[in-house]
C-alpha cells in the first residue's frame, strides 16, 4: 500500500497580506499544465517536510521563506493516472517579494486574499470552499490590514 502514495508539500506564500501563486509551463500531459496553483512539489525519499518546502519553493521562484505552521493535510488524486497523494499545505512568508518564475513555471504573481478565487486552478478554489482549514485561513488574510 505504501508505494500507492506520493507525498506532497505545498506552499500558501504570503508577504504584506498577498499570496504567491504560480502558473506551471504548458504541458498537455502533466494535470495542470497552464495552471495557476500554489507552489510546491514532491518530497524525495528520506526528505524532511518542511526541507522539502523550502527546497521547492527556492527552486521555483528563487525566494527563500520562513515555514510557520501546517495549514491543511489531505489526500487527493488528479485523475486515474496519478497516484494517490498525501498533500501537506504549510504558511510561509517570504522574506522578499522578489519571486521569479523558475523551474517549471511559467510565471508567478502576487495576488490579494479575494483575488485568489479567481486565479486559481478549479481544485485549488475547491479546497479554500471546501476545507474548513484553508477557508479560514483565507477569511484570516482577508482581515488581515493591507500594507
Avoid at 114 to 137: A, I, T
Amino acid at each position: 500500500m505504501r508505494d500507492k502514495f506520493r507525498v506532497v508539500v505545498k506552499a500558501w506564500i504570503t508577504r504584506k497580506n498577498k499570496t504567491l501563486i504560480g502558473k506551471k509551463e504548458e504541458d498537455p500531459d502533466h494535470p495542470i499544465g497552464g495552471q495557476w496553483h500554489f507552489l510546491g512539489g514532491h518530497v524525495e525519499h528520506g526528505e524532511d517536510l518542511k526541507e522539502a518546502l523550502l527546497r521547492e519553493v527556492k527552486e521555483e521562484t528563487g525566494l527563500e521563506v520562513n515555514v510557520h505552521q501546517l495549514i491543511d493535510a489531505q489526500t487527493y488524486t488528479h485523475g486515474e493516472k496519478e497516484k494517490n497523494s498525501i498533500q501537506f499545505l504549510y504558511h510561509c512568508e517570504a522574506k522578499t517579494s522578489d519571486a521569479e518564475a523558475q523551474d517549471d513555471l511559467a510565471d508567478v504573481q502576487w495576488l490579494m486574499p479575494d483575488e485568489l478565487k479567481d486565479e486559481l486552478v478549479g481544485f485549488e478554489v475547491e479546497r479554500l470552499e471546501n476545507r474548513e482549514e484553508q477557508s479560514k485561513f483565507l477569511e484570516k488574510l482577508k482581515k488581515m490590514p493591507s500594507i
